[in-house]
């Protein structure tokens, strides 16, 4: 079955070091997004990629850097600089590049989340 | 600038009874609309979606929601709730594909 995976599910980090969250896709789907969920809060979007070797800062990049070297995998590193990395993080795909939406909206296909703690 | 807003952050229904989750909406063109559905620990799965075809859109589970331009809302609603509907469920508007904004969410409770 087609679907994104995400590893590892729950990543425990010293203070400090920096931790890759991985993400792959065998959807063909050109687009790929990293979301982090904090408790009581919507979806806020880090980064995102519409091709290959190509990706574009979100609204809260800061402290987060992304690669996409392949069009299945779109691994996520949280740095030391990231201040509060404690968080849910959601990987998610869907078949377009970036778009209008209307008629042709383009849904995303979620992971099933990564949880970061820092210790 | 879209954005969303879930009026309600947990509402409770017992089984069987109707469920109605408030979402209104703000944005400067016409955007498309979702709700998606959160299970304790896992990934966000699609319940249903507009973009601007008829105004009222069914989705899984028997979950509906209607489009309304005049007052800005995409209220989601089921008849009849069944205790596997527990869960959080987001709203959310788009303009763009990489700019989706997710409301806050509605955690729901169904007492049996």
């Known amino acids: 079955d087609g679907g994104i995976t995400q590893s590892p599910k729950y990543l425990f980090r010293k203070e400090g070091q920096n931790v890759t969250l991985s993400c792959e896709q065998n959807?063909?789907?050109?687009?790929m997004y990293w979301y982090r969920q904090d408790p009581g809060q919507g979806l806020r979007l880090i980064y995102y990629?519409?091709?290959?070797?190509?990706?574009q800062k979100g609204d809260i990049a800061e402290g987060y850097s992304v690669s996409r070297e392949k069009k299945e995998s779109f691994p996520l590193t949280v740095t030391s600089a990231q201040k509060n990395p404690t968080a849910f993080y959601l990987c998610?795909?869907?078949?377009?590049?970036?778009?209008?939406?209307?008629?042709?909206?383009?849904?995303?296909?979620f992971g099933a989340g990564s949880r970061l703690t820092v210790l | 600038a879209q954005s969303v807003t879930q009026l309600d952050s947990h509402v409770s229904v017992s089984e069987g009874t109707p469920v109605l989750l408030r979402c209104n909406y703000s944005?400067?063109?016409?955007?498309?609309l979702f709700w998606y559905v959160q299970h304790p620990n896992k990934g966000l799965q699609l319940l249903l979606k507009?973009?601007?075809?008829?105004?009222l859109v069914k989705g899984i589970n028997g979950f509906e929601a209607e489009f309304k331009k005049s007052e800005t809302s995409f209220h989601l609603t089921k008849p009849s709730a069944h205790m596997s509907d527990a869960a959080e469920y987001f709203c959310?508007?788009?303009?763009?594909?990489?700019?989706?904004?997710f409301g806050a969410g509605t955690r729901l409770t169904v007492k049996p």
């Open positions: 959310v508007v788009s303009e763009m594909t990489h700019d989706m904004r």
């Open positions: 990629s519409q091709i290959v070797n190509d990706f």
């Open positions: 998610a795909s869907s078949a377009h590049a970036v778009q209008l939406t209307g008629s042709g909206a383009n849904v995303l296909t």
């Open positions: 507009y973009t601007s075809a008829a105004t």
């Open positions: 944005s400067s063109y016409s955007p498309s």
């Open positions: 959807l063909n789907h050109d687009a």
